[in-house]
């Protein structure tokens, strides 16, 4: 008898998208997986109908009459089944029904050490998927916001979007994400997802709010890191309700989004929207890396498809919904911030 | 500081007169020398004054001062790259000068855990950036390194494309085998104007298949001794059947289904090239070197998305749209047929290929 009683939970984002995850994976993997936390924020009662929903735990795949590549990925129409793909110690597999014609389904395997990156490769991106075929693109960014006009800092791992955010709500600033942020019609809506930190950069405003729990997990988690030489990276994830209650914001007006990357001193330059969607969409294709691989195979046999096309439109969506009079920047950062970048582009806000 | 001074080896090639690279490496002793080198089909003796591009294999000191720092780990800045990275059981660090413009230059330094370092020490980067980089400097003089294998007979050539497990190699050896057909290559060949040129990989190892006839590669482990053996006993290339160029004639792809039909449609040419396109950016995403990397671990198409994300206005921000524009502007006028085949390969498929094939003359 391998299972143990499935658990179920739904997921609410602005009534835009909603999902349910059902567990019905063994003990040690439900101990590794972090829905719980990730997704904290979004719970919902249950529902009936859902945008998407994903099953974990052993599953027969029905791949009859699938056009078979690298003798690893089976697709037919609406129809994407990888048989194993791995991350570090991480393997999974999964099929994915359903999603270019909406009512989807995703069925996940995966071994315990894979627990902990599953959501972030192949639910994030459904997630990222459904909102942007409804015209709520999402972009790799944190936001916050000052008098109802919101600032969108975008970047890749290690740009500075947590660290910016954190310091600019010090500053009074009201937060919408750390990670992502949902645009629509001239508006970013908040994403929040939980604070990932690790001793690196615990922020003085969340250190101050954390539980002692947390506080331990933190040091552990320092200790792995330095035992296995940096290769296992363990982030704790605290919620970011509990870290800076009172100081969430809901939606605001874009007046500026900013794109950082880490160089040498602070520099910042206007570009022009154009550019900056060049950016953001690669941003996102690198965030999504594996899944942007699963989209060129499937697009290898369906190019016309929704998902065949996502990326076309994902920046026409994007294109769209930045709409009205936003101010875009490129920004070159040091790569370690110090107070003069955050005086630096406190300057730019306030302009 | 070692006080011994390590001689260095320059080995010299030549693809068709299009592009000419060096490999660099300490000078060793080869255990198989046709499966870590490759390209040795393209080997010249004569030392190449201007080489497109240069691999460096061994230690280095990167030059990656003043750069952007993107992920943590790719450090970019214009025309360079520089990166740490691991995946299964490879570790390498490498650093690209003329990343998209100029001569281009490799240093790499890695190593392989488990037996591949003492038989193919040096594969690894030549599958993970040499690869690549031949495919895009052949672009640059508009012609194509297409993943597709291709046989040919009165100069005329078919290409056999399709993904990885379509049976290309097992198709284009027994078409040399059976119909006196001559071999360009099983796992790419170039399409420049309306030819096909040849561009056999380990030539050593596919004259060894032709030899010995073996379903879906090389999976026993008697198999592997066998194909050892034969390697290490010294391979004639001039013994194989093999075409420098030929006239692009048909291109047939190959498309492996679960079901157990064999099926043949016309497929229009807007297709094809979206296909040929799309096949030769997914081989920068499945793995390199099978053996040692998992599939699908592949590390190009990332490296390229993280300098396009710096510099999403450059020619590597721009080639894949771009590749796929050029190739449409060669291919015309040639037709295209999609074979479905199943997942056994069997004589009846061979006889099915050949059939449409005939048809096509």
Redesign the interface.
């Known amino acids: 008898m391998n299972r143990a009683k499935a658990s179920e939970n739904y997921y609410n984002i602005h009534d835009i998208v909603t999902f349910g995850i059902v567990d019905k994976s063994n003990f040690l993997n439900g101990v590794f997986y972090d829905f719980d936390r990730r997704y904290e924020n979004f719970k919902f009662p249950p529902l009936n109908k859902t945008d998407f929903t994903v099953y974990l735990g052993d599953f027969i795949p029905s791949n009859q009459d699938c056009y078979i590549l690298e003798d690893n990925y089976y697709i037919k129409e609406d129809y994407f089944y990888c048989a194993g793909d791995s991350y570090k110690w991480g393997r999974w597999k999964f099929e994915l029904l359903g999603l270019d014609k909406g009512d989807c389904t995703i069925h996940i395997s995966n071994n315990p050490p894979a627990a902990m990156v599953i959501s972030g490769i192949l639910i994030d991106f459904l997630i990222h998927y459904v909102l942007s075929e409804k015209g709520y693109p999402l972009i790799h960014a944190s936001c916050l916001s000052l008098d109802n006009r919101a600032y969108v800092f975008a970047s890749r791992g290690g740009g500075g979007k947590t660290v910016i955010a954190l310091e600019l709500v010090e500053k009074g600033f009201t937060f919408l994400g750390d990670n992502f942020t949902i645009v629509h019609n001239g508006q970013a809506l908040s994403f929040l997802s939980p604070l990932n930190i690790f001793t690196y950069n615990l922020a003085p405003v969340v250190k101050r709010n954390l539980a002692g729990k947390d506080k331990l997990l933190l040091s552990l988690k320092q200790l792995v890191y330095s035992v296995t030489l940096g290769y296992v990276k363990i982030f704790t994830q605290v919620n970011i309700k509990q870290v800076l209650p009172q100081r969430l914001g809901d939606r605001s007006k874009v007046d500026s989004v900013f794109l950082l990357i880490p160089k040498e001193k602070f520099s910042v330059e206007k570009i022009d929207k154009e550019e900056l969607l060049d950016h953001l969409v690669i941003n996102q294709k690198l965030d999504f890396y594996p899944f942007t691989k699963y989209i060129l195979e499937y697009s290898y046999m369906f190019p016309e498809s929704n998902l065949g096309a996502h990326w076309d439109k994902h920046k026409e969506n994007l294109r769209k919904n930045l709409s009205g009079d936003i101010s875009y920047y490129r920004v070159e950062t040091p790569q370690s911030y110090t107070k003069q970048v955050f005086d630096e582009i406190l300057s730019v806000i306030k302009k | 500081m070692r006080g011994t001074r390590v001689m260095k080896e320059i080995l010299n090639y030549d693809i068709h007169d299009i592009v000419r690279f060096q490999i660099i490496r300490n000078r060793k002793r080869d255990w198989l020398r046709d499966l870590n080198l490759p390209f040795s089909y393209f080997e010249v003796e004569k030392e190449i004054a201007k080489p497109d591009i240069t691999l460096n294999i061994g230690k280095f000191t990167p030059s990656n001062q003043?750069?952007?720092?993107?992920?943590?780990k790719y450090y970019i800045k214009e025309n360079y790259f520089y990166c740490q990275d691991e995946e299964g059981r490879a570790r390498w660090e490498v650093e690209i000068y003329g990343f998209e413009d100029g001569d281009t230059a490799i240093n790499f330094d890695g190593r392989v855990f488990g037996f591949h370092q003492i038989f193919i020490p040096e594969l690894l980067p030549q599958n993970l950036f040499l690869m690549p980089l031949i495919g895009y400097k052949l672009s640059k003089k508009q012609c194509f390194l297409v993943h597709s294998a291709a046989i040919a007979k009165d100069g005329q050539a078919y290409l056999l494309a399709g993904?990885?497990?379509a049976f290309k190699t097992a198709l284009a050896l027994d078409f040399v085998r059976q119909k006196g057909f001559q071999f360009l290559g099983d796992d790419g060949v170039i399409i420049c104007q309306d030819n096909v040129l040849s561009f056999p990989i380990s030539l050593g190892l596919v004259s060894y298949k032709l030899r010995y006839p073996v379903k879906g590669g090389l999976e026993g482990f008697f198999d592997r001794i066998r194909a050892i053996r034969y390697l290490r006993k010294g391979v004639d290339y001039d013994s194989m059947p093999s075409a420098q160029q030929s006239r692009l004639k048909a291109i047939f792809f190959m498309?492996?289904?679960?079901?157990q039909i064999i099926d043949k449609a016309e497929v229009d040419l807007k297709?094809a090239v979206?296909?040929l396109a799309?096949?030769i950016?997914?081989e920068e995403?499945?793995s390199p070197c099978p053996m040692v990397m998992?599939?699908?671990?592949g590390r190009y198409?990332?490296y390229m998305?993280?300098y396009?994300?710096?510099f999403?206005?450059s020619q590597i921000?721009k080639y894949w749209s771009d590749l796929e524009e050029r190739l449409a502007h060669v291919l015309t006028a040639i037709p295209v047929y999609e074979i479905k085949i199943p997942?056994d390969y069997t004589p009846a498929v061979f006889n099915e290929v050949w059939r449409c094939l005939e048809q096509a003359l």
């Open positions: 003043n750069c952007y720092l993107v992920d943590h993904r990885g497990g498309v492996k289904t679960n079901k297709e979206s296909k799309k096949a950016k997914l995403v499945i998992p599939a699908g671990s198409l990332k998305l993280a396009s994300f710096v999403p206005n921000a997942q």
